[in-house]
């Protein structure tokens, strides 16, 4: 196999008879504005006409990437076939089909699918959305284990259903802060602590050589800038990978990787390119942009009767007040998810929560919100960590679409996603809900 490293979690994976094209993040920024692309996609448009096939991990906008997609020839989207995760709703595949691809293919949790005669392909859900994808050809398994935040026993799941594993796609650095107000001592063990999770994957998949990528990019806002101070460079991941004796490849943008001749491929030459990036290019900062508090607060009226038709009252109890403090407006504001009460309690009372009005409007606004912002690093939280973590649970089901009232959550859909996700999904769960803590 060879495998071209486009941007961020974008490789295009030539197979012994076909060709993958994963996440492509190639315009725009992602996350609510809060991620830019560090370094630029390297990316011809003749390599459309190789891909036959598109897989997309999650719908997070660094690899469900709106601005991309909808850019794609016409052409492309008709003759390509998007693999995707089976999932309990439809609304992704309803939406690629909105931007013109004309062939689907839903593949199910930890299922091995022969899409050529000598290429095949499995997909592993892991956590609340994310997925790995593994290529089987010309003798050489490659795992792309993305986002995921696989552990020990997901590990031991790869091997059990793959085998020998040769090449490992992981991600080196941080996508996101859980917001507490002490991230001068915090981020650095994250970081740390990603560098020692790659390791331990490459150990538990006993995997030949890692290739270390999904983390190129930027906090490009006023109020996420902090991040960009303790993220993980290539160099240290090369440096780690060293120090634990265990086989990593760096890829710079446009650069490739051949699984038949690994001897041709030299670290030192991309080290030095991501090394001038690092010391040579500036990263621009901007400014969120104002949101009154009227259009805040009408987006979370607007959430809470959303929430009320979907989710029984005893779960939506949990949604207490929460006091949070708008730096650029100046103010503080008391609002409960639950009843949609709103009041001001001007600058100088006490909160729970830091956000820029930009990001709180855009919490309520979209479903996705309170995640995106989340993964953007755009809250800090110095209270009441327990009710911010029940607006992240309760609004990532809803953005799941898996709704807790009676009439929705009991649906053959449903009933389909659970058994599949059986596999390895209660380790999951429990492996997500200790790092919520």
Same mark, same amino acid.
């Given at each position: ?5 486009? *941007? ?20 725009? %920024? ?7 692309? +560090? ?6 448009? *003749? ?10 991990? /999650? ?19 008709? $003759? ?16 690629? &089909?909105?931007?013109? +691809? ?13 899409? %050529? ?7 592993? =859900? ?5 997925? *790995? ?12 284990? !993305? ?44 970081? &740390? ?8 994957? /490459? $150990? ?23 991040? !960009? ?8 991941? #090369? ?26 491929? #030299? ?12 010391? !040579? ?28 038709? &979907? ?5 939506? &109890? ?45 919490? +309520?606004? %979209?479903?996705?919100?309170?995640? %995106? ?42 009933? !389909?996603?659970?058994?599949? $996700? ?7 769960? +429990?492996? =997500? ?5």
């Amino acid at each position: 196999m060879n495998i071209k490293f486009i *941007s961020h979690a974008s490789v295009l994976i030539e197979a012994e008879d076909c060709v993958i094209l994963t996440d492509p993040w190639y315009k725009g %920024t992602a996350f609510n504005d809060a991620w830019k692309l +560090f370094p630029e996609p390297v990316w011809d448009e *003749s390599l459309f006409d190789l891909a036959d096939y598109l897989w997309i991990s /999650h719908e997070h906008p660094d690899h469900f990437s709106i601005a991309t997609l909808k850019a794609m020839p016409q052409s492309f989207k008709e $003759r390509v076939t998007v693999l995707f995760q089976k999932n309990n709703t439809d609304k992704m595949p309803d939406a690629l &089909k909105k931007f013109g +691809f004309k062939n689907i293919k839903l593949l199910k949790n930890r299922a091995v699918y022969a899409i %050529t005669p000598k290429t095949k392909v499995y997909v592993s =859900q892991i956590g609340e959305m994310d997925s *790995s994808l593994a290529v089987i050809s010309e003798g050489c398994t490659l795992l792309n284990v !993305n986002d995921c935040e696989a552990n020990k026993v997901d590990c031991k799941n790869f091997r059990k259903d793959l085998g020998k594993i040769d090449i490992l796609l992981n991600q080196f650095s941080m996508a996101g802060y859980n917001g507490y107000f002490d991230y001068e001592s915090r981020l650095p063990v994250i970081a &740390k602590g990603i560098l020692k999770n790659m390791a331990d994957n /490459h $150990r538990d998949t006993d995997a030949g050589i890692t290739i270390a990528f999904a983390s190129n990019i930027y906090f490009c806002t006023e109020d996420n800038k902090y991040m !960009n101070d303790f993220g993980n460079t290539p160099t240290d991941v #090369h440096e780690h990978f060293l120090g634990e004796k265990l086989a990593l490849v760096t890829l710079y943008p446009g650069d490739a990787f051949d699984t038949m001749h690994p001897e041709l491929h #030299h670290n030192e030459d991309d080290l030095r390119k991501y090394e001038e990036l690092y010391a !040579n290019t500036a990263k621009v900062i901007d400014t969120p942009q104002l949101v009154d508090l009227g259009k805040i607060e009408a987006a979370l009226k607007k959430r809470c009767i959303q929430l009320s038709e &979907k989710f029984p009252k005893w779960i939506l &109890k949990k949604l207490r007040p929460v006091r949070v403090r708008i730096p650029d407006i100046n103010n503080v504001v008391e609002l409960c998810l639950y009843t949609g009460n709103f009041k001001v309690l001007g600058p100088d009372a006490d909160y729970n929560l830091s956000i820029y009005s930009q990001p709180l409007f855009y919490c +309520f606004e %979209t479903t996705w919100g309170i995640q %995106t912002m989340g993964v953007g690093a755009r809250f800090r939280i110095k209270s009441n960590m327990a009710i911010w973590k029940w607006y992240r649970i309760i609004t990532s089901l809803n953005n799941a679409e898996m709704y807790l009232k009676f009439k929705y959550l009991f649906t053959i859909g449903n009933f !389909n996603f659970v058994r599949d $996700r059986m596999k390895g999904g209660v380790n999951q769960l +429990f492996y =997500q809900l200790r790092r919520m803590e």
